[in-house]
């Protein structure tokens, strides 16, 4: 396409509507009037944070689940239920949403409070002050705006704790005791059932929080979801026989991962879309599946610790370099030279050994553990990787290392 042509290309674009009525009915961001297969999880949680509307402090809650499950989703839809009718009723209640995987907000303890502040309409500068002062400005700002009860959520709570520590979760509970007028209450969703074995028991014991599992959804289930949001999201007719099915199966084989499945089939949509094609087919799922997977290995990359990157990076190189399998021994000899440039201390090749087979967990290469006799067990690594998402892993690698 020439430069001339743009301007007639974008024209047609939004003139045309193949595929699409409203495609954000398909994103993670959207908030469906109803949520399908949650009725158990959403009535225990109203009946556990109900008591906020009678202005009474509503027990501390963490939301469990795969990623996927409908936890966010839950929450959010049941805290808006619940800010209406405070709004319809003059009822003084208030909840504050925190995603903590975001980095500016789950740095830092400081942080954490800054970023509740700002969700109270004041500011105040994400570092440079005392911690203590953050939290008198935050005192003050609670007692001006007359709330009486606080529910503060907070998705991926894990995240928190593990780049801020719990010291932050133990003065959240401990406000109440401080501010006898307000009560508030903590809502923490996570991916990881175990994160709470970790914390000190005195901020444990502080919590005293009940505990919901959301179930990952079966294939039947997803179907049903897909069903509602395809309809809201595509012109009636543009979904093939088999499409919704395929879809539902492909993330039931992930975990029953509903984000998932909404995601693959947004995708599915976009590649016909992008074709001129009218109708989104079985193999536009495959090609999308395909599309997700390699978006998803490249995110996995730039989030491994750094020797992990390490270690990647001169399994890249080598299977580049060799064409064949590969042993562990090989992998570490080029770890160590890596490890001079990027001024990290190396670790055992044992070490080496065990983030090789994590890598293998990962999908990135296939690491088959073998005997060599008398000198023990080495790991023979190859990868099904194609060569463009190599050039791309080791482009994010050099990067991330300073290389």
Do not use: W
Request: include cysteine; glycine fraction near 4%.
């Amino acid at each position: 396409m020439n430069q001339k042509g743009l301007t007639g290309y974008f024209e047609k674009f939004i003139d045309e509507n193949l595929i699409f009525k409203n495609k954000k009915s398909l994103q993670t961001t959207y908030t469906p009037e109803s949520i399908l297969h949650r009725d158990h999880q959403i009535n225990e949680v109203a009946s556990i944070l109900a008591p906020a509307l009678k202005e009474e402090k509503p027990s501390n809650l963490f939301i469990y689940g795969k990623t996927g499950t409908g936890k966010t989703l839950t929450i959010k839809h049941i805290t808006q239920n619940m800010f209406n009718i405070a709004n319809q009723r003059n009822i003084s209640m208030k909840t504050i949403y925190l995603n903590c995987k975001m980095k500016r907000i789950a740095d830092t303890e400081y942080r954490i409070i800054a970023q509740i502040i700002k969700e109270l309409g004041e500011e105040v500068p994400y570092t440079g002050l005392p911690t203590d002062e953050v939290y008198n400005k935050f005192f003050r700002i609670i007692k001006k705006t007359n709330t009486k009860t606080m529910i503060i959520l907070l998705d991926e709570i894990d995240q928190l704790i593990k780049k801020a520590g719990d010291e932050v979760i133990y003065n959240l509970t401990r406000i109440n005791s401080e501010l006898p007028n307000i009560q508030i209450s903590l809502v923490g969703i996570s991916n990881n059932l175990l994160f709470t074995d970790n914390m000190d028991p005195r901020v444990r014991s502080s919590l005293s929080e009940e505990e919901i599992v959301f179930p990952p959804y079966n294939a039947l289930q997803l179907q049903d979801i897909l069903k509602k949001r395809s309809d809201e999201a595509f012109i009636d007719g543009v979904i093939e026989n088999g499409v919704i099915a395929k879809c539902a199966a492909y993330s039931a084989r992930e975990h029953g991962d509903a984000r998932r499945a909404l995601e693959l089939l947004r995708v599915a949509g976009e590649l016909a879309e992008r074709a001129g094609i009218s109708k989104v087919r079985i193999d536009h799922i495959d090609r999308a599946e395909e599309k997700i997977e390699k978006e998803r290995i490249l995110e996995i990359v730039k989030t491994q610790p750094k020797q992990s990157q390490v270690t990647l990076l001169s399994l890249i190189h080598l299977l580049d370099k060799n064409k064949r399998k590969i042993f562990t021994g090989d992998v570490y000899e080029l770890y160590k030279k890596l490890c001079t440039k990027t001024d990290l201390r190396p670790l055992t090749q044992r070490r080496i050994s065990d983030i090789i087979g994590e890598l293998d967990m990962l999908g990135i290469i296939n690491a088959t553990v073998i005997s060599k006799g008398r000198y023990g067990r080495t790991r023979e690594i190859n990868s099904d990787i194609n060569n463009t998402l190599k050039q791309k892993i080791k482009a994010i690698l050099s990067s991330e290392l300073n290389l």
